[in-house]
């Protein structure tokens, strides 16, 4: 199994609503990402985890809140977002941090913010 | 980190070979060079990577020169399922993060 699985595939919210994205990988993989992408731009990453703890924060909003509470699951709760964050959000993981050759990724979730 | 620079778009024929182009004039001695691809709606995939030597597999061969300033990733035979957006990225394996640049839009044309 090389799968990563992202739910919902679509998801449309409105500025004060909550809700969360889904991120699974059965791989035994112990890092995990969250990336951001626009149309028609490269993705841009957001967050990293490793060994189930916040590796890395790229400066991202504190409206963006990462979760993963086990390691096989990462979440990225949402709230009290702006139009300008609709985008594609890609989850991926890897064995470890800097197996970039075993890096997967999710097919994302398409966040429309009305 | 070593930044690389690649043609924003490409076009090739079905069946034909596919080369694509990738400059990374400051990289060094333990960069590796990683190409992904993105195929419309999807997350990036791993395709190959290489340190100095010629790399290939099954999808892709990965070209460095030997003063590992350029490198070229051939894809043998095109087809429609290789159009996608293909991202040279140098890596070292203690990084801790992968980012992307604006890659080359490949169309592989009937």
């Known amino acids: 199994d090389t799968e990563v699985t992202q739910t919902p595939k679509h998801l449309v919210m409105g500025m004060t609503n909550k809700k969360s994205l889904k991120c699974e990988q059965h791989?035994?993989?112990?890092?995990m990402y969250w990336y951001k992408q626009k149309a028609k731009k490269p993705p841009e990453l957001m967050f990293v985890?490793?060994?189930?703890?916040?590796?890395i924060n790229e400066s991202v909003p504190s409206r963006f809140s990462p979760e993963c509470p086990n390691s096989s699951l990462l979440n990225l709760h949402l709230h009290a977002l702006q139009p300008e964050d609709s985008a594609l959000y890609l989850c991926?993981?890897?064995?470890?941090?800097?197996?970039?050759?075993?890096?997967?990724f999710g097919s994302g979730t398409q966040l429309s913010v009305l | 980190d070593a930044k690389t620079t690649q043609p924003p778009s490409m076009d090739c024929a079905e069946g034909r070979a596919a080369n694509l182009p990738c400059n990374h004039s400051t990289i060094s001695g333990n960069e590796y060079v990683y190409w992904y691809r993105q195929i419309h709606s999807q997350g990036p995939q791993y395709i190959i990577h290489g340190l100095k030597n010629n790399e290939t597999n099954e999808m892709a061969s990965l070209i460095i020169t030997e003063d590992r300033k350029s490198s070229t990733l051939i894809l043998p035979h095109a087809t429609l399922r290789d159009t996608a957006v293909y991202y040279c990225i140098v890596l070292k394996t203690s990084y801790d993060k992968v980012i992307f640049g604006p890659g080359t839009s490949l169309s592989v044309i009937p």
């Open positions: 985890y490793s060994y189930e703890k916040l590796s």
């Open positions: 791989m035994g993989h112990r890092a």
């Open positions: 991926a993981s890897s064995q470890e941090k800097g197996s970039y050759e075993k890096l997967f």
